[in-house]
């Protein structure tokens, strides 16, 4: 038989042709290259999420006002950690002479108020009120908010109109006149001015996280979560929030010092807590003097000048380590 025979050459493609099969069906099935994929990684690689974390990391420490910032806050918040323990009495009782100038009296390194307290104590324990009253007023607004604005920015349709109503009807309310009002109708408290304040900020939490949702929900990642079954708290918490944070954490900065500022207005008219001292109290009780006694608003005045500035110094060391334009072009 000779070797170009046709039907050599038919049996031996047939015989390739079952090799390969066999061989395709031991191999097994390809994976898709989105399963598995992480919330916030691109496809090209599950530690990128890392990577750009760590690159995020290096842009904000290498940023000389978000250094300063920090720097500002870390003191701030070791002032308020050693207050008890460096003056583990009452900052409000009557300790020395009154009106003792700033380095008078070496007992009195501040100097004393037209009662005689201390006013380093006071701004001191002061730090405390202040850091306490506008964490925790953040916090509570982003928890409402973050939730509003995830089912709004999720689900769409009915749900998202009213709720985006419920949240421009919140918007049109002055802010700092709501506070007042609800604190002027309930005990005034570290804890009734942190939920008034919180109940004043939640909404441009909720419009941020909305429109943070609506531009995530379609993306390839949250489809896939979708097709793989997974339920939509799933979907929400593990999906979509964590690429949604960069701008929340941002605000967040700005939503603190906004706190400490409302507080320290509350605290100003005669509206905060009268057992605890604020710097805001301090200032209030030292306008009348301040032609006499400049030291006793200018002091409480100056501490909230710098942790205002050092929030948002931070916040702005944060909007450009987490800026999706930043991390690319460095």
């Known amino acids: 038989m000779s070797a170009s025979d046709p039907a050599l050459h038919s049996s031996a493609a047939r015989e390739a042709d079952a090799g390969a099969s066999a061989q395709?069906?031991?191999?097994?099935?390809?994976?898709?290259?989105?399963?598995?994929?992480?919330?916030?990684?691109?496809?090209?690689g599950p530690d990128a999420g890392t990577t750009h974390g760590r690159r995020a990391l290096r842009i904000f420490l290498r940023n000389p006002n978000a250094l300063a910032g920090l720097f500002i806050l870390s003191l701030v918040a070791i002032a308020a950690i050693v207050a008890p323990f460096l003056y583990p009495g009452d900052p409000l009782a009557m300790v020395g002479r009154p009106f003792l100038w700033p380095g008078q009296d070496?007992?009195?390194?501040?100097?004393?108020?037209?009662?005689?307290?201390?006013?380093?104590?006071?701004?001191?324990?002061?730090?405390r009120v202040s850091l306490a009253v506008g964490i925790a007023a953040t916090l509570l607004g982003l928890v409402a908010g973050v939730l509003v604005g995830a089912t709004a920015g999720y689900y769409g349709g009915r749900i998202d109109d009213a709720l985006l109503r419920i949240i421009e009807i919140c918007q049109t309310l002055p802010n700092f006149v709501l506070v007042v009002v609800l604190v002027a109708i309930t005990?005034?408290?570290a804890a009734t001015i942190s939920i008034a304040i919180a109940i004043v900020t939640w909404p441009n939490v909720a419009r941020l996280v909305r429109a943070e949702f609506r531009s995530i929900r379609e993306k390839d990642y949250v489809m896939a979560a979708r097709s793989l079954g997974y339920g939509d708290a799933h979907i929400i918490f593990r999906e979509i929030l964590p690429n949604g944070l960069p701008p929340i954490i941002v605000t967040s900065s700005v939503m603190v010092a906004g706190a400490i500022l409302m507080e320290s207005a509350l605290s100003f008219m005669g509206l905060g807590d009268p057992n605890t001292v604020s710097w805001g109290s301090m200032i209030g009780a030292g306008r009348?003097?301040?032609?006499t006694a400049w030291y006793l608003t200018a002091l409480p005045g100056l501490a909230i000048v710098l942790t205002v500035l050092a929030l948002n110094m931070i916040g702005d060391g944060l909007n450009d380590a987490l800026n999706p334009r930043f991390l690319q072009e460095r």
């Open 187 to 189: 005990q005034p408290t």
């Open 24 to 44: 395709a069906q031991a191999l097994p099935p390809e994976k898709p290259s989105w399963l598995g994929t992480q919330a916030g990684s691109p496809a090209h």
């Open 106 to 127: 070496p007992a009195f390194p501040l100097g004393t108020d037209s009662m005689g307290r201390d006013v380093l104590a006071g701004i001191l324990h002061g730090t």
């Open 288 to 291: 009348e003097l301040i032609r």
